[in-house]
């Protein structure tokens, strides 16, 4: 099984950026990823997902054109550059692993989250 480290998250104004970072580690790292999201007192939404060799990618409605999700599988790592942040991502990002190689289905692991907030 894979385990998964956030880190990059913090506090930011309105209109600036972040890099969320997901760091792998075990046995394999031959899955898809994806992120997710969890706001205080809301359920946990998706955010973003790639395939294995990144030629698939999913998006969320209300991070498409502002998040990019992308993936360094030498460095066993999968990052989510977010900009134009808005004061509604305020959020626990989450890391995921699918258990297969599609960005759907199943996930196998979660990271333990890294808190996003984005100020007014």
């Known amino acids: 099984q894979v385990q998964l480290v956030e880190s990059g998250g913090g506090l930011v104004q309105a209109g600036g950026s972040l890099r969320l970072s997901c760091a792998a580690s075990?046995?394999?790292?031959?899955?898809?990823m994806g992120w997710f999201r969890q706001a205080p007192g809301k359920e946990r939404e998706f955010v973003s997902a790639?395939?294995?060799?990144?030629?698939?990618?999913y998006y969320g409605d209300s991070v498409k054109g502002r998040f990019t999700i992308s993936r360094d599988n030498t460095k066993k790592t999968v990052y989510l550059q977010m900009n134009s942040l808005k004061p509604e991502d305020t959020a626990v990002y989450y890391c995921?692993?699918?258990?297969?190689?599609?960005?759907?289905?199943?996930?196998?692991?979660w990271g333990q989250g890294t808190q996003v907030t984005v100020s007014s």
């Open positions: 995921a692993a699918y258990r297969g190689l599609h960005p759907s289905g199943e996930i196998a692991s």
């Open positions: 075990g046995r394999t790292f031959s899955s898809a």
């Open positions: 790639l395939s294995w060799g990144g030629e698939i990618t």
